[in-house]
């Protein structure tokens, strides 16, 4: 698991847990308060005088669980050790309880409550922890969660980095593929890069290998896959490096993408609701569209085209039909009047277009069933512009390949700076990569709000 996506699981399942204890601390007032009248126990104040505990569970209850290791290899620890870990920051906690009365001079209307949310607390953390570690199982058993990894490195140095994985990397990486840093060509793991679509390598080249690491590492920044390395600090031209760890071993990644986990979880969460409110909005319209379409010419109104998505693992992308049907087939017949420098292929007043093909180009509607792309997670509503398969394997400058790190858009700085005026395959990269270089959710606002008059004016659609 990248260092971005650990962090994030790792502050929801604390939001979580802190939630859980201020549910639990609730239902432990609600039980004490419902006990007034059926035992004749002397009444206690109402939940809002017992605030202030929630003010120390929120902050304070995640980092003390965390210190005591409760969120390490959840899938190795058994449940009396994650039972161990929750009553000794129960414990922890209570002492820092003891100290908000003592110093603070708060008060703890009744103590039957707080003798009521310990059990409660403790057992409700323990639930929540082990159905996660069943949905977790699960996944992994699905291969849901597995990442495509390569590992690359002596013979004997990754069959001892396989036998020494825990089990929660086992459930969490998919070896596609080994190099062998001291006998197979770069350009071997280049081709495994490219067949097996993954999203990071992993080296664990000893000291005499690292001139050999340095070059392969080199060649993953170039291509925009994250390197993981098991070794010292190597200059890299583009990625950044930071630390994480795998089985207790530090590691250094070298990642060239956009890595804040918020803001891509943000990102991702304005894709959902960006794209569902569009295709609820505009479903009238996407009927009204297919109906011209059928008119128009035979055959499906939708297109559907195998594209590169992220790290160029394919998937299949929707567009309103703009094109005969026999489109691809006479593909060939128009090579020669390819007026995009480059794998990509693009042409003027392209005879294969429909009637009705020509108006939704120029208005960018044959886009819009791209929505569901955007809305199934293959992509983003800002992001490079997602190339045929066919194109991408024809890439001939390999540092082309970096703008496949990350996840493909509907929209883009090329599509708000010229579109199809823009005819140098280079240019169009050059302008990816500057977004991927300086991303960031205003940088994504910017580049919405600024295709709105690009779509409403036609500039630079064909």
């Given at each position: 698991?990248?260092?971005q996506?650990?962090e994030?699981?790792?502050?929801?399942r604390?939001?979580?847990?802190?939630s859980?204890?201020?549910?639990?601390?609730?239902l432990?007032?609600?039980?004490?308060?419902?006990?007034?009248?059926?035992?004749g126990?002397?009444?206690?104040?109402?939940?809002?005088?017992?605030?202030?505990?929630?003010?120390?569970?929120?902050?304070?209850?995640?980092?003390v669980?965390?210190?005591?290791?409760?969120?390490?290899?959840?899938?190795?620890?058994?449940?009396?050790?994650?039972?161990?870990?929750?009553?000794?920051?129960?414990?922890?906690?209570?002492?820092?309880?003891?100290?908000?009365?003592?110093?603070?001079?708060?008060?703890?209307?009744?103590?039957?409550?707080?003798?009521i949310?310990?059990?409660?607390?403790?057992?409700?953390?323990?639930?929540?922890?082990?159905?996660?570690?069943?949905?977790?199982?699960?996944?992994?058993?699905?291969?849901?969660?597995?990442?495509?990894?390569?590992?690359?490195?002596?013979?004997?140095e990754?069959?001892?980095?396989?036998?020494?994985?825990?089990?929660?990397?086992?459930?969490?990486?998919?070896?596609?593929?080994?190099?062998?840093?001291?006998?197979?060509p770069?350009?071997?793991?280049?081709?495994?890069?490219h067949?097996?679509?993954?999203?990071?390598?992993?080296?664990?080249?000893?000291?005499?290998?690292?001139h050999?690491?340095?070059?392969?590492?080199?060649?993953?920044?170039?291509?925009?896959v994250?390197?993981?390395?098991?070794?010292?600090?190597?200059?890299?031209?583009?990625?950044?490096p930071?630390?994480?760890?795998?089985?207790?071993?530090?590691?250094?990644?070298?990642?060239?993408?956009?890595?804040?986990?918020?803001?891509?979880?943000?990102?991702?969460?304005?894709?959902?609701?960006?794209?569902?409110?569009?295709?609820?909005?505009?479903?009238?319209?996407?009927?009204?569209?297919?109906?011209?379409?059928?008119?128009?010419?035979?055959?499906?109104?939708?297109?559907?085209?195998?594209r590169?998505?992220?790290?160029?693992?394919?998937?299949?992308?929707?567009?309103?039909?703009?094109m005969?049907?026999?489109?691809?087939?006479?593909?060939?017949?128009?090579?020669?009047?390819?007026?995009?420098a480059?794998?990509?292929?693009?042409?003027?007043?392209?005879?294969?277009?429909?009637?009705?093909?020509?108006?939704?180009r120029?208005?960018?509607?044959?886009e819009?069933?791209?929505?569901?792309?955007?809305f199934?997670?293959d992509?983003?509503l800002?992001?490079?512009?997602p190339?045929?398969?066919?194109?991408?394997?024809?890439?001939?400058?390999?540092?082309?390949?970096?703008?496949?790190?990350?996840?493909?858009g509907?929209?883009?700085?090329?599509?708000?700076s010229?579109?199809?005026?823009?005819?140098n395959?280079?240019?169009?990269?050059?302008?990816d990569?500057?977004?991927?270089?300086?991303?960031?959710?205003?940088?994504?606002?910017?580049?919405l709000?600024?295709?709105?008059?690009?779509?409403?004016?036609?500039?630079?659609?064909?």
């Amino acid at each position: 698991m990248s260092p971005q996506n650990y962090e994030l699981n790792l502050q929801l399942r604390q939001f979580i847990d802190a939630s859980v204890l201020v549910i639990a601390l609730w239902l432990s007032h609600l039980l004490r308060f419902s006990l007034n009248g059926v035992l004749g126990l002397t009444t206690i104040p109402d939940f809002s005088q017992f605030i202030w505990l929630i003010l120390i569970l929120l902050p304070f209850a995640p980092l003390v669980l965390e210190l005591h290791g409760f969120y390490d290899h959840i899938l190795e620890k058994r449940p009396l050790q994650s039972l161990r870990q929750i009553l000794t920051s129960m414990v922890w906690l209570g002492c820092l309880v003891a100290l908000c009365l003592v110093f603070l001079r708060l008060e703890l209307p009744s103590r039957a409550v707080a003798l009521i949310f310990v059990p409660l607390g403790t057992l409700s953390l323990l639930a929540v922890e082990r159905l996660s570690v069943l949905s977790l199982k699960r996944q992994a058993e699905k291969g849901a969660l597995r990442e495509r990894i390569i590992l690359a490195g002596t013979q004997e140095e990754m069959d001892q980095l396989q036998e020494s994985l825990l089990k929660d990397n086992r459930a969490l990486f998919e070896v596609k593929s080994r190099f062998v840093l001291d006998e197979q060509p770069l350009s071997e793991l280049i081709r495994a890069m490219h067949e097996h679509s993954v999203t990071r390598v992993i080296f664990v080249g000893g000291r005499t290998q690292l001139h050999l690491v340095e070059e392969a590492i080199q060649a993953c920044d170039i291509e925009g896959v994250e390197a993981w390395l098991l070794a010292d600090f190597i200059q890299t031209r583009n990625s950044q490096p930071v630390w994480s760890n795998l089985s207790g071993r530090p590691v250094l990644v070298f990642s060239s993408k956009p890595g804040v986990a918020w803001t891509l979880a943000a990102k991702r969460v304005i894709d959902i609701v960006g794209s569902g409110l569009g295709m609820l909005v505009l479903s009238p319209l996407f009927l009204i569209v297919v109906l011209l379409i059928k008119r128009d010419s035979p055959g499906d109104a939708i297109f559907k085209q195998a594209r590169g998505g992220q790290h160029g693992y394919p998937f299949t992308m929707y567009k309103f039909r703009t094109m005969y049907t026999d489109a691809e087939q006479r593909r060939a017949e128009l090579l020669d009047q390819n007026e995009m420098a480059g794998p990509v292929f693009k042409v003027s007043d392209d005879p294969r277009i429909t009637g009705i093909g020509s108006w939704l180009r120029k208005t960018s509607i044959d886009e819009l069933p791209q929505l569901w792309n955007v809305f199934r997670g293959d992509m983003s509503l800002v992001g490079p512009r997602p190339l045929p398969v066919y194109e991408v394997e024809q890439f001939e400058n390999m540092a082309h390949r970096r703008r496949l790190s990350v996840k493909p858009g509907c929209t883009c700085l090329w599509q708000i700076s010229g579109r199809n005026e823009v005819t140098n395959f280079d240019e169009w990269v050059r302008l990816d990569l500057e977004y991927i270089d300086h991303w960031s959710l205003w940088l994504d606002l910017r580049i919405l709000m600024g295709t709105i008059p690009v779509v409403l004016l036609g500039r630079g659609a064909k």
